[in-house]
């Protein structure tokens, strides 16, 4: 199981609505992370949270909107998307800082999105 | 800026046997982490292997390795002893470089195919 949870797994809306992705870790981590991928794509990172701030957003279009509103808690607020932004969003989590573990990311399962 | 470069967009493999996973990297900076993580077709990223910059040794986990080689910026992936639960993508990352700590950054992935 997972220790990064995803909700919802699956999400479909039209490029008028408003909806939110979630994720939740109980593992302590200070370092949250969005990403996207699209299919057979690597991974491509949007937002990074650290002590719940943000602290990179790699010119991510502002239709996206992430939100931080505890240590466990990492939010994507979705309003009109396009077609193109159909894909898998993944979160994560990791420790915040070198010399502390592996730093190696924990990923939730994603939600897949599809924009019609 | 930090680049991964997989160069083999997809492999073959049989049963039992070992293969080999390419990934080099570019970046300046001395303190860095190289990450292996397979993403089976459910989408889940499952983290595999970790090598720090600084790790004189190669690392192992079971039958995954990590040939690190510094002067070449190379960080490939050996799996030993093949099973048909590793057909997968594999994507080699890096923490850490020009982008500080907190960027982790994906190669192109591996398709990773194993026959019977």
């Known amino acids: 199981d997972t220790e990064v949870t995803q909700t919802p797994k699956h999400l479909v809306m039209g490029m008028t609505n408003k909806k939110s992705l979630k994720c939740e870790q109980h593992?302590?981590?200070?370092?949250m992370y969005w990403y996207k991928q699209k299919a057979k794509k690597p991974p491509e990172l949007m937002f990074v949270?650290?002590?719940?701030?943000?602290?990179i957003n790699e010119s991510v279009p502002s239709r996206f909107s992430p939100e931080c509103p505890n240590s466990s808690l990492l939010n994507l607020h979705l309003h009109a998307l396009q077609p193109e932004d159909s894909a898998l969003y993944l979160c994560a989590s990791s420790g915040i800082r070198a010399g502390v573990g592996t730093g190696e990311l924990f990923f939730g399962e994603g939600s897949r999105l599809t924009v019609l | 800026a930090q680049k991964i470069t997989q160069t083999q967009p997809g492999m073959f493999v049989q049963e039992k046997e070992a293969v080999t996973l390419d990934c080099t990297y570019d970046?300046?900076?001395?303190?860095?982490?190289l990450f292996w993580y397979k993403q089976p077709s459910s989408g889940e990223m499952i983290f595999l292997i970790y090598q720090g910059s600084y790790d004189e040794q190669n690392a192992t986990e079971g039958r995954y390795s990590l040939n690190f080689q510094k002067a070449r910026k190379s960080a490939n992936l050996v799996i030993s002893a093949s099973q048909l639960g590793d057909s997968a993508m594999y994507f080699c990352a890096m923490r850490g470089g020009a982008g500080g700590y907190q960027k982790v950054t994906f190669g192109t992935g591996t398709k990773l195919q194993v026959i019977p």
């Open positions: 593992m302590g981590h200070r370092a």
């Open positions: 949270y650290s002590y719940e701030k943000l602290s």
């Open positions: 970046t300046s900076d001395q303190s860095y982490g």
